[in-house]
């Protein structure tokens, strides 16, 4: 059975997500669809590549992902299909994929222009039912990924400040921030070990922890998140409240042998 997942920002209140169900099944009867998530923040591009980044993988090969979160829609930005290690992403050219790619091992990208994989007439601020759906369906469908359109050799990438380490030290930065408050970084689990000492804002966050149970209730805690990238929390609270965070601010993580 074809798999097709859905992630967007449309919410689920208007319909929108019910007419690109329609579109695919329309095309592709028997479609197993699994909505991801459609409460990204409109619009919120860097939100939307860092979920899309934590799942992607974990379907079975020739998975069709669908991502639209786009606010360029009926501009100038291209519409994309990239084959990634085995599975497929349709979705606007605006930084989306950058997470994905990023954790790929191989990948091939087309740019979207064959209309013949499209509905007819198609909406300027729509893309998601008749650009997206029905290229989805399709490629569930097994069409052949190259007759969608021209290769593209450079999808766009979100200009994003990596981590630096070096001399006992490392910096990062916030990389999301889940619906509990945790400040997730970006920081990889392997660049630090549990005697390493962190600060946000100059504000010291103590010791890397195992679990969020090894902070009493009410207390900031440091561990490694399910991504594998350093966490900041408060056990049963909100790490992003308690601090005034914000994605995009610097956390700095120290080795026993660097001074503060």
Excluded at 24 to 32: D, H, S
Excluded at 177 to 187: E, M, Q, S, V, W
Aim: with cysteine.
């Amino acid at each position: 059975m074809p798999v097709i997942t859905l992630l967007t920002d449309f919410g689920t209140r208007d319909g929108f997500v019910g007419a690109m169900k329609g579109v695919v099944l329309e095309t592709a009867p028997g479609t197993q669809i699994i909505d991801i998530t459609h409460d990204i923040p409109p619009g919120d591009v860097e939100f939307g590549a860092w979920v899309l980044s934590g799942y992607w993988k974990l379907f079975p090969p020739a998975t069709v992902h669908i991502g639209v979160v786009d606010p360029g829609v009926g501009g100038p930005r291209k519409a994309i299909a990239l084959e990634v290690d085995g599975r497929y992403l349709v979705v606007p050219d605006n930084g989306l994929a950058t997470g994905v790619l990023a954790t790929s091992e191989s990948w091939r990208c087309v740019e979207l222009t064959e209309t013949r994989f499209m509905r007819s007439p198609r909406s300027t601020t729509f893309h998601g039912r008749d650009i997206f759906a029905p290229v989805a369906a399709h490629l569930a469908a097994g069409a052949d990924f190259e007759k969608f359109g021209p290769l593209l050799k450079k999808p766009l990438r979100l200009t994003l400040r990596p981590p630096t380490r070096g001399e006992g030290k490392v910096h990062g930065r916030v990389a999301h921030i889940d619906r509990f408050g945790n400040l997730i970084t970006d920081i990889p689990a392997d660049w630090v070990e549990e005697s390493w000492r962190f600060e946000y804002a100059d504000r010291p966050l103590g010791r890397l922890k195992r679990t969020y149970a090894d902070a009493g209730v009410g207390d900031l805690v440091v561990i490694v998140g399910s991504l594998g990238t350093v966490e900041i929390a408060v056990r049963e609270g909100s790490a992003a409240k308690r601090l005034g965070a914000a994605r995009g601010d610097p956390i700095i993580g120290k080795g026993p042998s660097v001074r503060a």
